[in-house]
């Protein structure tokens, strides 16, 4: 290594000397040539080799200059004439329109029908043809075809002037004879006859005089284009002329460099092909230098190039803060008293992450490393020797120790949470838990294979649903994230769109690994049971609500207040009270997710910041139990629901269009609807409600929901429960 960067940095002092000896030759000369000169020209201050190229460059700029101005000009005049054709071009349809519309009054008149249609529509015709005929005598500004003012050029060749002045003796009478019509004498009925008379006698004259002045005005424009298109011809070539002087003199300049930077490549191309690592000198432009090792565009890829700014190569691969910090630290690393030494552990790109794509184009992740050396020559820092080595292995390592370790530390904290959760409460969960896992696999055993995959997927994505409902309502987060990445899988089954047997391999390992868990959980809670104070069904319910709509209001970005009133739930029975605060969560989930909005959202539909969700079971005078969830959101859309059933392509526009609000809202209950498309553990994925469909169904109970879009929804579940 310290070979190769010293075989670089006496390269780059042997190229440095030789343009030194360079510089100081050309200055010689240039003294040499001015000692007989007493006035100050220019050519003093431009070297001999370069006073040809640049005389042809300022002729080629002041001659460009010249025919931009002329082609400026002509194309402002054709843009003038092109408006003025257009207008010329409407003053023939205006002409057939004063007469139609004089045809239509009359004709009208004749039936006894109002004419004020007939007659706005002659006012505006004659105003708009009068005003642009003064136009085209005397310039102005006149309504263009969109009604807005555009300005218009008096006509000034002496033919166009004849026709104006034609058009104007037919014109003047015209008008004259409109007045009383125009203005709406008392008369102007009796008048109206000759004004039609003259309008049919001059009507193909005024618009053969229109013709002949568009016609005028085209041949001047096409006359103008011709000129432009013959001085940009010229242009064109005495441009080319100019080029091939320049490029011929640019070209042996270029010979010359060419044959500097081959000399120094051939001395150094063995060494940089045998060096492992990325090697390269850097320049005080930040640029990579002409010779790099072979290794380089494979660590870095392809362009990483002779000549390319070095940070313009990583600009891609480096977030702008880290990659302006490496800039700014190899720019102080050409300082003088910069010792560098003393600045490596400021180095930003000791260490760097960067996605490349390989020779499947499938994209891969290395870790690189990248140090950068001071190249001194006569006590003065010259170039950077940088050094990129791919560090990925040793990375990868690291960082999946430190994975493991985050993952234990996790699932031990996870499991604390777990073991502080009331025993009774803890035990049920384990119990019911179980028994739905066993139940999953009793069904997986006895599914028919003749039979579609579909509908056992659906069956199993409800139940682990309702499992993951009732962990995150005790806040075990342990079973929570498991249920979750149960449901992922099945959610990758679903998908797919010919699902086999051999598909569903993967379930019962995911049983196996949550029963085990299940089984470690409860061997611990039994230990602990007698320790534990026991609270009422009520009182844990509420706790378990307030925490659980905290985390989801949390995990979206919401701010929520939750009130709970559940004190009746300790008047039911177990079975009812499980299946009550089954439906209660769900609901809760759906009213955070889906109903309440972001703080932003609340506050520009002038709501308080913070959305309000209601959970109150009650007991009426009849013996009935009822459940509301309430909250104050966007409430339901018939609309977005129609989309998203339209969408779901279950429903034809046909179906859909059958149905009222009240029966597109009762459709949100159907299984694997969904208007959310992320995959958060908060998602019900399309069985949510289908979930609490199915609860409400086991209690008897009877379902109302009441909504106002941006305002409100309420979920009324009423309910008896056995003496």
Sequence with gaps: MQSSASCLACMGKGVLTSRMGARRFFLHQFQINQENTVSLSLAKWIPGKYRQIVYAVAAFLLFDLGVL???????YQISEDAVSINLAGRQRMLSQRMTKSLLAMQSDALAGEPQDAALEELRTTVALFDTSFRGFESGGEVKGGDGTPVPLVAVASPAGRAILAKARAVWDPYLAALQPVLRGDASW?????????????????????????????????????????????????LALLNFAFILVHFLRQLRESDQ??????????????????????????????????????????????????????????????????????????????????????????????????????????????????????????????????DVSEQVRLERALAAADARTRSETEAL????????????????????????????????????????????????????????????????????????RLLIALREQPDLRGNDLVAIPLKLDAFLDRLATVRDIAERLTSSRVQHTPAVLAGKRFAQLGKRIAADHGKAVELAVELDKLN???????????????????????????????????????????????????????????????????????????????????????????????????????????????????????????????????????????ERFTEFSIRFTVPA
């Design 416 to 487: 604390l949470k777990v073991l502080t959760t009331d025993s009774a409460s803890l035990l049920g969960f384990l119990d019911q838990a179980r028994q739905t896992l066993l139940r999953i696999n009793t069904t997986l055993k006895n599914h028919n294979s003749d039979e579609r995959y579909d509908g056992l997927i659906n069956g199993i994505f409800r139940q682990i649903h309702t499992l993951k409902g009732d962990a995150a309502m005790l806040g075990l987060d342990l079973f929570e994230a498991q249920a979750h990445e149960f449901e």
């Design 189 to 237: 009925e009796t008048r109206l006859p000759a004004a039609v008379a003259y309008g049919r006698a001059n009507n193909v004259k005024l618009l053969g005089l229109m013709n002949d002045l568009t016609s005028h005005l085209e041949r001047e424009a096409s006359a103008k284009a011709s000129r432009l298109r013959l001085i940009q011809t010229a242009g064109i070539a």
């Design 571 to 709: 008047a039911l029975d177990p079975c009812a009270q499980t299946t009550v605060s089954e439906i209660a969560v769900q609901l809760l989930r759906n009213a955070v997710v889906h109903g309440i909005e972001t703080p932003q959202q609340r506050t520009q539909l002038n709501k308080p910041a913070q959305g309000n969700v209601h959970i109150r079971l009650h007991a009426h005078d009849n013996g009935e139990f009822e459940l509301c969830v309430r909250d104050d959101g966007s409430g339901l859309s018939p609309a977005r629901i129609r989309e998203t059933l339209l969408a779901s392509g279950r429903y034809t526009v046909e179906q859909l269009d059958q149905w009222d609000h009240k029966q597109l809202i009762m459709r949100i209950f159907e299984p694997g609807f969904s208007t959310v498309t992320t995959g958060d553990r908060d998602a019900g994925h399309g069985v949510g409600l289908d979930v609490v469909k199915q609860k409400i169904a086991r209690l008897g109970a009877r379902l109302s929901i009441a909504t106002r879009p």
């Design 260 to 389: 500097v930077i081959e000399a120094a490549q051939q001395e150094t191309q063995e060494i940089l092909a045998t060096v492992k690592e990325g090697l390269f000198l850097l320049g005080p432009d930040l640029r990579i230098g002409t010779q790099v090792s072979a290794s380089l565009p494979g660590i870095l890829g392809e362009r990483a190039r002779p000549g390319t700014d070095f940070f313009e190569v990583l600009d891609e691969r480096v977030p702008a803060t880290a990659l302006q910090a490496a800039r700014d630290y190899a720019r102080l690393l050409f300082g003088d008293r910069v010792k560098e030494s003393l600045m490596g552990d400021l180095n930003p790109l000791s260490l760097m992450e960067m996605t490349q794509t390989n020779d499947r184009g499938e994209p891969q992740t290395h870790f690189l490393s990248i140090h950068f050396n001071q190249v001194r020559v006569g006590g003065r820092v010259s170039h950077l020797l940088v050094t990129v080595q």
């Design 69 to 75: 101005v002329l082609n400026f000009y002509t194309s």
